[in-house]
């Protein structure tokens, strides 16, 4: 058996390895390795599979989302809102720009931004809301964006870890993550759903004229070559990273559906075992999977960790300290206790291995190991 891996980047490298690196050497070829042919190429191609008007490749997903705050033109006691359940990188551009951010509790079953939290949280200075499409399905858009449009608030999506993931309004109508809101982020870090071989991230809009102000601030606020009409950042996805997107994006459809496919099989095995319970799968939302996650009830969660190690099973607790317990975001608002969800899940998730590579074999090993230490 391969060893298990959260992610197994190498393998998956190896089955598309001629056009992995006849891509990589086009690029050498040209040496365009800023702002070259195959950044634009990976833009329509991205744009059209998300059937979004426009795509804006950038650096990393910290820095879409620090461009998305920038480009809607948020200022310095601007509250946002945003789940105390997800990756720092959410609110600490928030804080980063000057902005409040304010946390709210998310649902347990579904571990996504709860939107009675945030009507509660609304005052005259909200500004914006951050809901997090955590660990591969969407946050309850049709409620957000209800709540968006009462209050005229932006909405900007973090759809670092959902990529692809379809969520379906009550009406019928479909859209993918990131292309629901004001402003859709992701990021292209190599262990994403759809990931590069460094850094890289992008920024979604149907709107125009936010658009034009998205990429101005991604390069150094120019609107025209040395002409700046805004502070901006520089904030690019280079060549090579966009050609290795380029050609990974043909596949992430079949990346998606194997990740369904062994969340399936995660599903099975540990249904109706009370000690475990299943990640919950939203009605409205595709679930691509970035992570599987369990909840443990009355489990030893480092006493489990530790075994499955033993045993050459890593498992990952995404995430240990929720954001209003962070040192870095101290703040008098916040108390132990004020965010009971989160601080349950914080105590209790743990995260299996999933990745495209992950076969039936191995899929066993990790089952089967993790129900007998729960028999002991
Ligand atoms: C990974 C991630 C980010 C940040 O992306 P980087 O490319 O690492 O900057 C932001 N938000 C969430 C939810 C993430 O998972």
């Known amino acids: 058996m391969k060893p298990i891996r959260m992610v197994d980047l190498a393998t998956q490298y190896q089955h ?12 050498l070829g040209h040496s365009g390795y800023i702002n070259g042919p195959e950044v ?3 833009q329509a191609s991205l744009e059209s599979y998300l059937n979004v008007k426009h795509v804006i490749p950038c650096a990393n997903g910290t820095d879409a989302l620090q461009v998305a705050m920038m480009a809607l033109g948020l200022k310095p006691g601007d509250e946002v809102i945003t789940a105390s359940f997800t990756y720092v990188a959410t609110a600490e551009v928030i804080s980063l720009l000057g902005l409040t951010p304010v946390l709210v509790d998310v649902y347990p079953e579904t571990f996504n931004i709860d939107p009675s939290a945030i009507e509660a949280a609304i005052t005259p200075k909200t500004k914006a809301i951050v809901p997090v499409h955590l660990f591969g399905q969407c946050a309850d858009m049709e409620s957000i964006m209800d709540i968006a449009r009462k209050h005229n608030l932006f909405i900007i999506e973090d759809t670092a870890q959902a990529i692809g993931a379809e969520y379906t309004f009550k009406d019928g109508s479909k859209k993918y993550a990131g292309t629901i809101g004001t402003v ?3 990021s292209f870090f190599p262990s994403k759903n759809l990931g590069c071989y460094g850094d890289g991230g992008a920024i979604f809009t149907n709107d125009d004229a936010l658009a034009d102000n998205l990429r101005m601030i ?17 904030s690019r996805l280079d060549s090579i990273q966009a050609a290795v997107l380029n050609t990974k994006l043909k596949y992430l459809n079949e990346y998606t559906s194997h990740r369904v496919s062994l969340a399936n099989a995660y599903d099975k095995v540990f249904a109706n075992n009370s000690n475990l319970t299943t990640p919950k799968r939203s009605e409205s939302s595709t679930h691509v999977f970035h992570q599987y996650t369990l909840k443990l009830n009355g489990v ?19 995430y240990p300290i929720p954001l209003h317990m962070q040192k870095a975001f101290k703040d008098e608002r916040y108390k132990e206790g004020m ?7 914080c105590s209790c998730v743990v995260s299996l291995p999933m990745h495209t590579e992950m076969d039936e074999e191995q899929i066993n090993y990790v089952t089967s190991n993790l129900l007998n230490y729960l028999k002991n």
């Open 16 to 27: 598309i390895k001629s056009e992995i690196d006849s891509a990589i050497m086009n690029v």
């Open 40 to 42: 634009k190429a990976f």
């Open 184 to 186: 859709g982020t992701t």
């Open 218 to 234: 991604c390069n150094h606020g120019q609107s025209k070559l040395y002409t700046h009409d805004v502070i901006g950042v520089n």
């Open 300 to 318: 030893d969660r480092m006493g489990l960790k530790t075994y499955m190690e033993s045993k050459g099973i890593p498992c990952m607790i995404y």
């Open 339 to 345: 965010f009971p969800v989160t601080e349950m899940l």
